[in-house]
C-alpha cells in the first residue's frame, strides 16, 4: 500500500484513539514506577486544607454566616486543579528537552496521540486529586448539601478548567522546553490562585483586586461549585457573582479555543 494512501477517518480515528490511549497508558506506568511523586502529588492539597482550615480558619469569617471549612473546601478543589498545571508543564518539558517528543514524532503514529495522550493521563491524574480531596473535605466536615446531580455538574466545571489548563501547560512547555523554567509557571500560577475568592470572599478585598478577584478564571469556578454544592459564600450583587456557573463554563471554554491550537501548532513547528 502506497504511503500517501488516504484513509476514511473512521480508521483513522480509531488509529488516533488507539495511539493516544498508548500515550496515556505510558503515563500512568511513569506515576506508577515513581509512586512517591504521585502521592506527594496528591496529599499536598490535603496538607493545605489542614493548613487553612485549622490554623487559619478560626480568624475567618463567611459572607453570610457559615462554617469556614464548607466555605473552603470547593476553594481548594479549584486549587488542586490549578496546581496541577505543573505537573504537565514538567512532564511535557522534560520529554522535549531530552528528545523523546522528537522521537515520538519520527514514529508511525497519529501525530494526535502525544497531545492527546498527555491530556487524557492529566485528566485522569486530577480525578483522583479530586477525589483524595472530597475524602478529606468529608473527613473534616464538609459536604455538599443540593443533591448528587449538582454535585455532578461541579464536578465536571472542575474537569473542564483542569481540561483548559493542560492546554495553557502544554503551549508553554512546548515554547519554553525547560523543566527547570516551571518557576516561571509557578510565579504565574500561585498569584492566580491566591488573588482569587478561594480562600476569602473579595469584599474583603481592596476595590482594585476585589474586582480582579472576581473576574479571575479561577473565581468563577469556585464560586460555581459552591453554588452546586449548596455551601456557603457563593452570593454577591456583581455580574460575575450572579452568573457564575456561565462564567465557569466560559472562561475554561475560551482558555481551550486560545491554548489548544497555540499548542498544536507549537508541537508541529518543533523542529523550526
Known sequence: MSATTVHPWPHRLRWAVADGA????????HWARQPAQFVVGLLFPVLMVLMFGYLFGGAMSVPGGGDYREFLLPGMFAMTVVFGIESTYAAVATDTAR?????????PMTPSAVLT?????DLLNCAAGLAVMFACGVAVGWQWRAGAPAALAAIGLLLLLRFALIWVGIHLAL???????????????????FTSNAFVSPDTMPGWLAVTAEWNPLSATVAACREL???PGWGGESFAAQHAVTLA??????LIAVFLPLAVRRYRRLDQ
Open 117 to 121: 495522550g498527555r491530556a487524557a493521563a
Open 249 to 254: 463554563v466560559a472562561w475554561p471554554l475560551l
Open 22 to 29: 498508548t500515550l496515556t497508558g505510558r503515563a500512568l506506568a
Open 99 to 107: 528528545g523523546v517528543t522528537d522521537r515520538f514524532r519520527s514514529l
Open 175 to 193: 515554547m519554553l522546553r525547560k523543566p527547570e523554567s516551571v518557576v516561571v509557571l509557578q510565579i504565574l500560577v500561585w498569584p492566580l490562585g
Open 229 to 231: 454544592f449548596g455551601n
